[in-house]
């Protein structure tokens, strides 16, 4: 028990370091995030300090990823997104991206019979929503829509928004979110003239 330990232990420091410099980040970006110091940060990755649950709970926290995954094998460089599925305010969201900080990708599972009766709310960021399957009713400021297959909407969440499906039926859709605001722009090529 004691070596499975020491080595799930030992492998974090690899771990903690592939995904900082998947994330793009430094040592004093990460060291303002979570409060822990720039040496002590440099001394985990390098596997010269044991990881502590104190010290893994701001890293977990700020890479957006779970304990479990700090602490398990190093990444293997496999491209396939293993999904971890969350249920929160009557629906499930599939998380698509795990970069802390930046815009989140979610698919969102809302049953059928779900919040049937408008409770806009309100929070920072800026969300982009794009239905996939079923139809989505989206309560925003004074506007009451309804949202097909292919529809998007894009929206600032510091206005009274709220969003379920539309008839009964359950909905499926990708949400991009940004805590800071970041807008989702969608670019498109002109047609090459003949």
Do not use: C
């Not at 330990?5 to 492998?11: H, K, M, Q």
């Not at 390098?46 to 094998?73: F, I, K, Q, Y």
């Not at 909407?153 to 990708?174: C, K, M, N, Y």
């Amino acid at each position: 028990m004691d070596d499975d330990l020491d080595a799930a232990l030992a492998a974090a420091g690899p771990r903690l370091r592939a995904l900082r410099k998947q994330r793009e980040t430094t040592l004093a970006d990460l060291s303002t995030e979570t409060g822990i110091s720039v040496s002590t940060l440099s001394r985990l990755e390098s596997g010269s300090r044991r990881p502590t649950l104190e010290l893994l709970l701001p890293l977990a926290r700020a890479h957006g990823v779970t304990l479990d995954e700090l602490v398990g094998a190093p990444p293997t460089g496999d491209p396939r997104v293993h999904l971890q599925p969350v249920s929160a305010n009557g629906m499930t969201m599939l998380p698509l991206t795990r970069r802390a900080g930046g815009i989140q990708a979610y698919k969102l599972i809302i049953p059928a019979g779900a919040r049937q009766e408008p409770d806009p709310q309100t929070h920072e960021g800026y969300e982009w929503l794009y239905v996939l399957n079923g139809r989505l009713r989206l309560v925003l400021g004074e506007h009451d829509l309804v949202l097909e297959p292919g529809e998007a909407a894009e929206f600032d969440t510091r206005v009274p928004h709220w969003f379920s499906p539309a008839d009964g039926r359950s909905a499926e859709l990708l949400s991009l979110f940004g805590r800071q605001g970041e807008r989702a722009h969608l670019r498109a090529r002109p047609k090459a003239k003949s």
